[in-house]
């Protein structure tokens, strides 16, 4: 069990909807930074998105603001802003995807706090707006994915570039946070969704791949550069197998006793099947003869069967739950105030072997009286001022 969170002490602001921003803000929070998110009052846009709890509440704020404190207060009115500012200067570090208001931009908070950490992320760097779903239209993923063939783009249902961009924040946003420890000086953080897009593309070799060659080509499940594709199985499920080295080559061969075929195909074809170029070049001659093996076993005969082949039966959400959620030591369950009870996963950083659990997302608003308390030292009686006059709260 850890005694002290790895960011214990760290107290961050969050002003943020949708995806990136509150990922990376409960990414800190999971490990220990005191996150307060700030809204609306009456929530802000993403509170009641899809997916939806039966009780009708968002599956999606709630996982994504886990260990979080919540505050709301009109951000429209000066005295709201005025508030807000405050904060922002008493925690020192803020976190935020909102466009600049009146009295909350870097140059208004770095003048009331020198030291600042201020991390904001932009759709593009010229301050277009942009969404993961516009980003990958415009990247050229769509029109790789898909079976070889297909015409018309085909989107995935991961925001895989929020995802990253979230993760790239919280990286980002401790960097500045340990520029600061070492020399008592604040940073102002700028990050584009659009760039994290391109960054990831060309750090995988996709940009060079079209710059040096051409575009990579839709090729439907099979696995670029080598060998690697779905079967059928006799129960009728698919498992999909992938091969990086000539060990898993050698033991897929071994494991479908196909070894004397394998000979006599690489003898007529010129080929070495220990190259992986080879293997990618004759893919569809090798799913071939390899597919018969698979159509006459069940997903459960394939365990410990393949020997150090990389392969794994598909499998939908429903089934991922019932089969891996309860003995996963990344889950735990959560009684999720407005949704119950549910398994939840930490934060998938495992620190001298003990897992951190999950924490309940805040109910909207749930901390304003404690946090405005806490920092900024208002008492119950000017808190109360504050909500009357619809400055907080609610």
Known sequence: MIEVAPLTGLRVIELSSYVAVPLGGMTLAQLGADVIRVDQRGGGPDLGRWPLAPSGRSLYWAGLNKGKRSLTADLRSPEGRELVAGLIAAAGTVLTNAAPREGLSYESLSERRPDLVHARVSGHRDGRNAVDYTVNAALGFPLATGPAGHEGPVNHV????????????????????????????????????????????????????????????????????????????????????????????????????????????????????????????????????????????????????????????????????????????????LDQPGIGPHLAPGPPLVFGGAQLPPRPAPELGQHTDEVLGELLSLSSSEVAGLRARGTVGE
Not at 216 to 236: E, K, L, S, V, Y
Not at 286 to 294: D, K, M, T
Not at 298 to 318: K, N
Request: some cysteine; charged content about 25%; hydrophobic content about 50%.
């Open 158 to 333: 991961l925001p895989a570039w929020d995802v990253a961009c979230g993760l790239y924040l919280a990286t980002g946003l401790l960097a500045a946070d340990r520029h600061r420890l070492l020399t008592g000086q604040g940073r102002r953080l700028e990050i584009a969704l659009n760039d994290v897009a391109l960054a990831v593309a060309g750090n995988l070799g996709y940009l060079a791949e079209a710059q040096l060659g051409s575009p990579r080509p839709r090729i439907g499940n099979d696995f670029f550069g080598d060998f690697g594709r779905d079967f059928a199985t006799a129960d009728g499920r698919r498992v999909m197998v992938v091969v990086l080295t000539s060990r898993h080559w050698r033991d897929l061969v071994a494991a479908t006793g196909l070894a004397e075929v394998v000979a006599a195909l690489e003898r007529a074809l010129n080929a070495d099947f220990l190259r992986e170029s080879d293997r990618y070049a004759y893919r569809e001659t090798l799913g071939g003869i390899l597919a018969p093996w698979f159509a006459a076993r069940t997903v459960a005969s394939l365990d410990g069967a393949l020997g150090s082949v990389l392969w794994a039966p598909y499998r939908d959400f429903g089934e991922l739950v019932r089969d891996e959620l309860p003995t996963s030591p990344l889950m735990a369950e």
